[in-house]
């Protein structure tokens, strides 16, 4: 059913399926139906490529009316633009769709690892880049023109360049750059002041681009470096200890680059001094500062500048389970200087005689023994009896062999599930399961904990994923924003993610749990 709404003071009427908030005209809300990964600009300006998990949504630049969406079977994809409005999407494997289309095809062969985030260097040449190594794809003629296999790494960011050649990072200190004339061997793009030894500080870890062609490169000690369009690079900022960052997203528009931040924070970097206006003499203009800052209203993870200057920005919401996507007038936004300094550099120590390693004394699980995840019953969820199970930290989730387990049993890298109930935002009470993953060394960080809930086509547990809720036939805002109910978990060994104070609620959890047997809506 599609929901209008007048905003109050406009005339304009806004149309979706319940998933535009509005207030005034110009603070139009959209509700994404999962946390949002990246934003792009289409080549023509007008619209917004919005990518989710398993989903690509097109959206209008400047009213932010969904126009269509796109499912994929991609938990990861990226988006990317060609000629007549053709999107190759990349992830899993290798996709083709249309900004006027609503299916994505799957095209090329043994293109997997290869293609996590793609992007075309010229009319018929793909260049994807992915965990297993990098490819060059003639589109027509669908084969591999060049590629690389490597070891397996993360993929941060891939641009491509007005020359024709492709820029990407993998979470080192510097980037890569694949020129397609040149394949046999990558160039090394990385800031000035960079150490010659590794340090983690110095990572690139994002990428953007420059209104003029250029590219933008951003570290996660908040140090940002833009290049013109060969490559060379013009500019270079630092920030203070205090004021630094990881990066999350990159926008360029003139005169300004704009970098995301956690916690809503965005920064903007001057390029270069606007032109004197017709009439006035150079310097009679305040001259812009090199960097401010500001805080949003909300928290985002994406962004992109529109044509008409407006951000257009994207972040996580309900518990990172849905987003939202709306607009900022940078001009309105409160700007504050925002204090530059200096890397402190590296230098590369003395080589030391290598000193044989202590081993490691915490205590690991070498085997999980018993029935899969699939085989819980419901009845012991909702006792809460065992308080808790141990499983395995990887394989598929429905087929990881369980134990009991006391809490005194538990070790630091297992992962637990433990019992909870859930309320859709339609209403039902469910019975659910939270995947608790640990890690045993501190320094590193915990993996995120997982839902499982009981279904009903077909009935028995399944993972909260996209592809999952489909097959039942409900869409994700049938379950988000949810209410969660934990009983108080116990304290374990190992590092583990925080579970939000919110949802450790007994009293709510007997409740649910007398509502889900009561009402028997869901059987089991």
Request: with cysteine; charged share 25%.
């Amino acid at each position: 059913m599609t929901h209008r709404v007048r905003p109050k003071g406009s005339r304009r009427t806004i149309a979706g399926n319940r998933r535009t908030v509005a207030g005034h005209a110009a603070e139009a809300v959209v509700t994404l139906d999962d946390r949002p990964l990246g934003l792009a600009l289409s080549r023509d300006g007008k619209r917004v490529l919005v990518t989710l998990p398993y989903e690509v949504w097109i959206v209008s630049a400047g009213t932010l009316e969904v126009e269509r969406t796109i499912p994929l079977k991609s938990a990861r994809p990226s988006v990317f633009e060609g000629d007549e409005g053709v999107l190759w999407v990349g992830g899993q494997h290798l996709n083709r769709s249309t900004l006027f289309g609503t299916a994505a095809t799957k095209v090329g062969s043994k293109l997997g690892g290869f293609v996590d985030r793609v992007c075309l260097l010229r009319p018929r040449l793909l260049c994807g880049v992915g965990s297993h190594g990098e490819v060059l794809w003639d589109v027509g003629k669908e084969e591999v023109i060049h590629r690389r296999k490597a070891s397996e790494h993360a993929v941060l960011g891939l641009v491509p360049t007005p020359d024709g050649r492709a820029v990407w990072t993998g979470g080192e200190s510097h980037a890569w750059v694949i020129d397609p004339d040149h394949p046999s061997g990558y160039t090394m793009l990385k800031l000035r002041h960079t150490s010659p030894v590794p340090v983690p500080g110095e990572a690139i870890a994002a990428l953007g681009a420059t209104p003029a062609g250029g590219c933008v490169l951003a570290a996660r000690d908040g140090a940002v470096a833009w290049t013109n369009r060969g490559l060379r690079l013009v500019g270079e900022r630092h920030l203070e200890p205090r004021s630094r960052a990881v990066p999350l997203a990159i926008g360029g528009g003139d005169p300004w680059i704009y970098v995301l931040r956690p916690a809503g924070v965005l920064h903007r970097f001057l390029l270069a001094q606007p032109k004197p206006a017709p009439g006035t003499k150079e310097g009679e203009d305040d001259e812009l500062p090199e960097a401010q800052q500001c805080r949003l209203r909300r928290r985002a993870s994406g962004l992109v500048v529109a044509e008409d200057g407006q951000l257009v920005l994207a972040g996580p919401h309900a518990d990172d389970q849905l987003g939202r996507l709306w607009r900022e007038d940078p001009a309105a936004l409160a700007w504050e200087p925002l204090p530059l300094g200096q890397r402190a550099l590296v230098e590369d120590a003395e080589p030391e005689p290598e000193a044989a390693k202590a081993p490691s004394f915490v205590a690991t699980r070498t085997k999980v023994s018993g029935e899969p995840v699939s085989s819980v019953k419901v009845d012991d969820v909702l006792a809460a009896k065992p308080a808790l199970w141990v499983t395995r930290p990887l394989g598929t989730l429905l087929e990881r062999p369980i134990q009991r387990a006391s809490a005194a049993e538990v070790m630091p890298a297992d992962a637990v599930l433990l019992p909870a109930m859930i309320r859709a935002r339609e209403g039902t009470a469910r019975p659910a399961l939270l995947l608790w993953p640990g890690v045993s060394d501190p320094a590193d960080e915990p993996p995120a904990p997982a839902w499982l809930t009981w279904g009903d086509r077909p009935r028995g547990w399944m993972p909260v994923t996209t592809p999952k809720i489909r097959e039942q036939g409900w869409s994700r805002t049938d379950l988000f924003p949810w209410q969660v109910a934990l009983p108080r978990p116990p304290a374990l060994a190992g590092h583990r993610a925080e579970i939000a104070e919110r949802w450790i609620d007994p009293a709510l959890f007997e409740a649910l749990r007398l509502e889900c047997k009561r009402l028997l809506k869901v059987l089991w």
